[in-house]
């Protein structure tokens, strides 16, 4: 069977890992009802050594992480080479948040600390006419709600990429690399109960900023558009000429 490996590049808090799963677990929650066809495996970027081959027939999901892509640390930087060749095979890829941050920076583009500071909570984001096209994000309806926690973004995308999604906070929310490479800013593996444990870790950091923390708890809601990206990134390798 062909591999879908999950490339972990973090940990979540610990309390988040107690009570809901570390973030691969997150993950193969979302996906392994839609990837049967796969086998699903975690490589842990940090701790397990050079990143695996793959071949055409396999897939990648890039994790979130704690870490900051600009700081260059030696375990990322080594993932940038191998996600070009990677992509260079035919790779299917699915990044999210530093996934994005990282997929972006391998590809050409830019990636570092928000002039706008942090972006968390539920908030909408909106496709663009190439994301209205796009067989894996088109599906979505042209405006839906995401959960997202951020202190860096892509600044530039790579060359060549296309721009799916944005929203007032971010114009590359959601970015298209090649025929199977896709990342996003925000978070499809996220529940409700994730987002305000993540809200209630930043609180304090978040009313020292003058944000809202309580208000931005109270408006964390069910994102079952962003959620679903995941099942039909599944769904897409298993029939590409198909509806996703």
């Not at 890992?17 to 009802?33: I, S, T, Y």
């Not at 002039?115 to 067989?135: C, F, I, N, Y």
């Not at 809200?199 to 959620?227: F, I, K, M, N």
């Amino acid at each position: 069977m062909p591999r879908l490996l999950i490339v972990k590049t973090g940990d979540a808090f610990d309390d988040v890992v107690r009570d809901h799963g570390d973030f691969e677990a997150l993950f193969r929650d979302r996906l392994a009802p839609a990837c049967g066809e796969f086998t699903l495996e975690v490589y842990d970027a940090r701790h397990d050594g050079t990143p695996p081959a793959l071949t055409a027939n396999d897939a990648l999901v890039i994790t979130g992480s704690h870490a900051m892509v600009s700081d260059a640390e030696p375990w990322s930087e080594a993932l940038k080479p191998w996600l070009r060749e990677s992509r260079e095979r035919g790779v299917a890829m699915f990044g999210v948040c530093y996934g994005h941050q990282l997929m972006a920076a391998a590809f050409g583009g830019d990636s570092g600390y928000h002039p706008a500071g942090r972006e968390t909570g539920t908030h909408q984001v909106r496709l663009t006419e190439a994301g209205r096209r796009d067989g894996l994000l088109g599906a979505l309806p042209e405006a839906f709600p995401a959960q997202l926690t951020h202190a860096q973004s892509v600044l530039q995308a790579p060359p060549g990429a296309e721009v799916l999604a944005v929203n007032d906070h971010d114009p590359f929310q959601a970015l298209r690399y090649g025929p199977r490479q896709w990342s996003v800013q925000f978070h499809p593996e996220f529940t409700p109960a994730v987002m305000r444990a993540y809200l209630r870790h930043q609180y304090a950091g978040l009313a020292e900023q003058g944000r809202d923390p309580a208000s931005l708890l109270a408006a964390v809601s069910p994102t079952p558009e962003a959620t679903s990206l995941l099942a039909r990134f599944c769904t897409r390798l298993s029939n590409p000429d198909g509806p996703a």
